[in-house]
């Protein structure tokens, strides 16, 4: 039994934190490169449960029931690009203030 959770931001996300993404008259085309998918298909492929969930509360009730399963079992997670990069650097940057004052002696 075992649980893949696929967070989809819907492609190219990794480039949304890289200097190209400041300009969108490219990036989506070029860079992003938006599919439009999702990961049932690829569930349905090998006949894998699916579920796609859009809160927090159906995550956990997904999770949940994937763990009681003994089945393989994929939860998708859509996500957006922009979303995603606040966030990350917001966590960044209060993990680099917690760890600051840990740091002395470093330059």
């Known amino acids: 039994n075992v649980t893949v959770i696929?967070?989809?931001?819907?492609?190219?996300?990794?480039?949304?934190f890289l200097p190209q993404s400041k300009y969108p008259?490219?990036?989506e085309r070029y860079f992003?490169?938006?599919?439009?998918?999702?990961f049932q298909a690829a569930a349905s492929l090998y006949d894998?449960?699916?579920?796609?969930v859009?809160?927090?509360s159906e995550f956990h009730t997904a999770v949940s029931q994937s763990i009681e399963s003994p089945d393989c079992t994929i939860v998708e997670v859509p996500s957006?690009?922009?979303?995603?990069?606040?966030?990350h650097r917001h966590i960044w940057k209060a993990?680099?203030?917690?760890v600051k004052p840990?740091?002395?002696?470093f330059t």
């Open 48 to 52: 894998i449960p699916y579920t796609k």
């Open 95 to 98: 993990v680099a203030q917690a």
């Open 54 to 56: 859009v809160s927090w």
């Open 25 to 27: 008259e490219y990036f």
């Open 80 to 87: 957006q690009r922009d979303q995603n990069v606040g966030l």
């Open 6 to 16: 696929v967070v989809n931001n819907d492609g190219g996300g990794i480039f949304s």
């Open 32 to 38: 992003a490169t938006p599919h439009g998918l999702t």
């Open 102 to 105: 840990t740091m002395t002696g």
